[in-house]
Each structure stands twice: as C-alpha cells, then as structure tokens.
C-alpha cells in the first residue's frame, strides 16, 4: 500500500480526482486528495491573501495531522507551487513528487512566469476587470480555442468543468517560489502529457529557466499523451501509471 495525496490544479477541488483516487483504491492505496483554500467546497475562505503559502499549509496539514508518511505526492498543472513548496517543508514525509504537466519552479519564479509577455498582459487584465484585482476567472473551457489542452475531454466533461470550477485566488499565481539550498534529495517525477518529453528533457538539458528544475539526479519520467487534463481525458492509464511508480519509481 501507498500512500497517495492528489492535489488539483487551477479552479478545482479534490473532486477532480475522483476517477483516480477510487481506482487506486481499488489497488490497495491509501488516497487523500485536498481542495485548497479559496476554491471548490471552500471558495467561501477566498481573500486576496490566500497564496503559495497559504495553499503549502493545506497539503502540510493534511500529511502531518493524517500522520501520514512515505507519501506520494501527486501535483497537476498549478497546483505544482503549494506541492513543491510543501515536499520542501516536510521532506522527511515525502517519497516523492509527482508533477502531472507541470514541474517544480526554480526560487525567484512564480507561475505567471509561464506565461509569454502577451498571454500575461492579458491575464493581469481579466484579473483586473473581471476577477476583482485578486481573482482569476474560469476559464471558457472551449476546445475550439485550446484544442491542445482539452484534447480527450467531452462535451459533458468540459460543461461539469465549467459548472464546477471556481476563481483562483490570482496570489497562487504570482507568488515567487523560494527553496531551500540545498533541495531536498527527494525523487520526483514527471509525466508529460501536452508536451513531448523529449522536447521536455531537450529543453531541461539546455537550461531553459522554466524547465532546468525538471532535470538531475533523483527524477524518472513517464509520458501520457493526452491533453492537460489526464485525471478526466485518461483517469485510468493515470491511476496505472501512479500504482506502477509506487512500485518502481
């Protein structure tokens, strides 16, 4: 048995993982997935100051008042910072991380800084206009307009995504990673989905500030091609792929 805790990226709540948590269950895995504070069943405690720190703290809790150990980590797409964050705080607790489309950001970044100048001009604006300075609206969800990131997912999926996402409070966004020196020796791992993982290692090996963390001692790979949201386009070849790295790494 592993120890599983799945975080959700931007928007969602721990329901997002329901397919994978019942499939690794029926594995025989111990599975805890987190809503963080200020979205889903708690967009209620939603404040301008909720951030990185803020969201650390819930998967910190979660791990040390379930006394949970050997934990297997699991962070999609934004939830990557509080993950990351959290794997540094108590390292001791974490087998590893498992980064699904995402990776751990170098300290001094922030998640914004994904974005190319164009795409984050307009992020801060729809924040400003739309999400009261401090909050980052749903997304459209539209697959005609990002065919790539929703590849996989149904008419009936994007509309319970839409129906069920909540704004992001926009300080997990903005908020600069700061890790220890040294890291921790903890193994993690990636699994590419939207990008091609030779384009990811090729990208890691030429230090590409965005993706120079994803690579070095302690980190395996895994590819699964599909859209950014494997844990609705492909929730069953997911819970394979967990069960067999709590297994082999």
Do not use: C
């Not at 794997?87 to 974490?94: F, G, K, M, Q």
Request: overall charge negative; hydrophobic content about 45%; proline content about 9%.
């Amino acid at each position: 048995m592993t120890v599983f805790v799945l975080v959700p990226g931007y928007w969602l709540g721990a329901w997002a993982w329901d397919e994978v948590a019942a499939s690794l269950r029926a594995a025989g895995h111990d599975v805890h997935a987190v809503t963080l504070t200020g979205v889903a069943e708690r967009a209620g405690e939603a404040t301008p100051e909720v951030n990185v720190d803020t969201h650390a703290a819930d998967i910190v809790r979660v791990v040390e008042d379930g006394g949970l150990t050997g934990v297997v980590l699991v962070a999609h797409s934004g939830a990557n910072m509080a993950a990351t964050a959290a794997a540094d705080l108590v390292p001791e607790r974490i087998a590893r991380v498992v980064y699904v489309d995402t990776g751990p950001m170098p300290t001094g970044m922030a998640a914004i800084d994904f974005h190319d100048p164009q795409s984050r001009a307009a992020l801060e604006k729809q924040v400003a206009e739309e999400g009261d300075g401090w909050r980052i609206p749903v997304p459209p969800f539209d697959p005609d307009a990002d065919p790539v990131n929703l590849a996989g997912l149904s008419r009936e999926q994007l509309a319970v995504m839409r129906e069920r996402g909540t704004p992001q409070p926009f300080g997990t966004a903005t908020q600069r990673a700061a890790r220890p020196d040294p890291l921790p020796a903890t193994p993690r791992t990636l699994v590419a989905t939207t990008i091609p993982l030779g384009e990811v290692r090729r990208m890691a090996e030429e230090e590409h500030p965005l993706f120079s963390a994803m690579a070095g001692p302690g980190w395996t790979y895994r590819e699964l091609p599909t859209g950014h949201w494997p844990m609705f386009s492909k929730p069953g070849e997911l819970a394979a792929l967990l069960d067999e790295l709590s297994v082999s790494g």
